[in-house]
DNA sequence: GGTTTCTCTGGACGGTCGTCCAGAAACCGT
DNA sequence: ACGGTTTCTGGACGACCGTCCAGAGAAACC
């Protein structure tokens, strides 16, 4: 059992988990900022009050500190829509609402969405990442699923294809804006809105 | 004016061309199977008949190196369904020939593909990739136009969508689909199969 | 207040990285 | 057969990597 498993399962938890969550979200701001290939557990810890040592002495390696990167990243990102979700009263508002939360997050934490491609590209190659990366994506998928099936809802129609293909499509949609986002095309979101007010009403259809 | 440059600008620029040409696919494959992040100069080179030096011969540094790389995959993968554009006389035949050729190549090229997402999330965090992948990404979508545009030609339709939204569509289908070939999914390819069965005919609509 | 436990530091360790080069080997026209 | 050029080798270089630890400092407990 390592120092930092059993240090996890007695008692007093709460300090040592939150100094762990502490150094998660610096770390995801150095990874979102370099990337994960060039980023060292030096660049982490560069970007926190505390020195090398303590990475060590609150993550067992680097792939547990990255690990908890991600599933730190998965809680901040997850429930993006569920308040225009819970909120919305027309078709109109939710679609507006959602292509306006959309758009924001594309130019403002291109950075983040940055790290979630290359590390779901890092899943592909190393199994350490493949279960957790496969478990965010399904939140991912979920969460769009929670829209587009509002949406249908609202409109009195239901959609046309699976929770998995319509993610998929957005996620597809949305990975090449984030390309020319950080390609500098200041077009990028105002042409992601714009494809998607075309492919949302072709999702759903009259029951 | 470094050494590799001046070689290149000389006369017989076959042999040596030839000789990069070689490396570079070797490379390629070295890539495909580690990624980008765990390659190193001397694991290709380990892949080859030669040291690590000529490495550095052909190549004046790992960029230049990987950039060919890049191409070379372009050069491979941007064809594959024009035989089946051009020699398909039905919509249906179209439809099942890209089929086809897509299930393929995502079971049997499923390495080579997770490079090519590797290196294009790559270019969100380094400049120096930034351009070829643009362009390969380009090629792509020119690749997928090509079968959509010729599919709405056969059934005597027009596409709905922009080449560039159609290719978003695509790419995050068979994105998707790659993520769960490599997690040892056996039905991915058949789920990609009934997804663009499912999709393609909403892309085009009578003119 | 003394002692145990937790937290953190700063540096050391072996290993791998990209780069570079002196010179051997192969190839060339003459 | 020979001198010049191209091609290739094998190893060296400094930098950086993840990991680990001895011990200083802070906190908690009796």
């Not at 810890?45 to 993550?59: C, E, I, K, M, P």
């Not at 508002?93 to 590209?121: C, I, M, N, P």
């Not at 998995?164 to 499509?169: F, H, I, N, P």
Request: some cysteine.
């Amino acid at each position: 059992m390592t120092a930092v498993a059993e240090r996890l399962s007695r008692g007093a938890v709460d300090k040592f988990a939150a100094r762990r969550t502490e150094l998660a979200r610096a770390a995801l701001q150095t990874l979102a900022e370099l990337g994960y290939a060039r980023t060292g557990l030096r660049d982490i810890a560069q970007n926190t009050d505390f020195s090398l040592g303590v990475l060590h002495y609150y993550f067992t390696d680097k792939v547990d500190l990255i690990t908890h990167c991600v599933r730190e990243y998965k809680a901040q990102c997850v429930t993006r829509y569920d308040d225009v979700v819970a909120t919305a009263g027309t078709p109109e508002e939710l679609a507006e609402g959602f292509l306006q939360k959309l758009a924001e997050t594309l130019v403002e934490e291109s950075d983040l969405h940055r790290l979630w491609y290359d590390l779901r590209g890092q899943s592909m190659f190393e199994d350490s990442f493949r279960k957790d990366v496969a478990e965010i994506d399904l939140s991912l998928e979920r969460m769009i699923w929670r829209v587009i099936s509002r949406y249908a809802e609202l409109t009195g129609t239901e959609p046309q294809l699976s929770s998995r293909v319509l993610y998929a499509l957005f996620d597809g949609l949305f990975q090449q804006a984030l390309l020319r986002q950080l390609a500098g095309d200041p077009a990028a979101a105002t042409d992601l809105r714009a494809a998607v007010v075309q492919v949302l009403p072709q999702l759903v259809r009259a029951a």
